[in-house]
């Protein structure tokens, strides 16, 4: 019966984790480190990512700044972030690199907030799938005789539980990024 919540927990655990990694690279016309996370940039013959090579921080709410730890990789980071296709336009001064994140028009909010909601069905669909696993693992082990008709009730109403839980915490984590995206 543990295992089947053990089960469970770690399928909802890696959903939410996706999720809010998902979420968290969708630009919402603030500057956001998390955005430059997938970019991998050439150095010296093999492909690395970003911070692995650069430190990223956060000028103002519009402006990212890509400090290089070595001035020979200017040049490879701008091709990296070109790329990438992020709709931004890299400015580099020899130095630094900065990122002006441009506002978001209605129509790109719409969009995106469409996007974060199809990221959101993906993951209680993850969850769900997570619950079922569960489920039919508690229905095997009663058929098995392994648990009680009563222990498997109980084990269903936690699975249960845990679900709603999880789902509510989705629900969390995209009302909030929704409401920063819809902010003017």
């Not at 020979?72 to 002006?100: F, H, K, T, W, Y």
């Not at 990221?119 to 229905?139: M, P, T, Y």
């Not at 539980?161 to 990024?177: N, P």
Request: net charge neutral; proline share 4%; charged share 35%.
């Amino acid at each position: 019966m543990n295992d089947a919540l053990e089960l469970a927990q770690e399928g909802m655990d890696k959903a939410l984790d996706h999720l809010r990694k998902s979420v968290s690279k969708v630009r919402a016309g603030r500057a956001n480190p998390a955005m430059l996370d997938e970019i991998r940039v050439e150095s010296y013959g093999t492909l690395m990512p970003l911070n692995q090579c650069a430190t990223v921080s956060i000028g103002d709410a519009r402006l990212l700044v890509v400090k290089p730890w070595d001035r020979n990789m200017l040049g490879p980071i701008e091709r990296a972030i070109n790329a990438a296709n992020l709709g931004i336009n890299p400015q580099s001064d020899g130095l630094v690199i900065r990122l002006a994140i441009p506002p978001l028009t209605g129509d790109r909010r719409k969009a995106l907030v469409k996007q974060v909601k199809d990221l959101g069905e993906e993951a209680k669909v993850a969850i769900r799938q997570s619950r079922r696993e569960a489920n039919e693992f508690l229905k095997e082990a009663e058929k098995g005789r392994e648990i009680t008709e009563d222990e498997l009730k109980k084990a269903l109403e936690k699975v249960q539980e845990m679900h709603d839980k999880f789902v509510k915490q989705a629900e969390e984590i995209l009302g909030k990024k929704e409401a920063e995206i819809t902010e003017v």
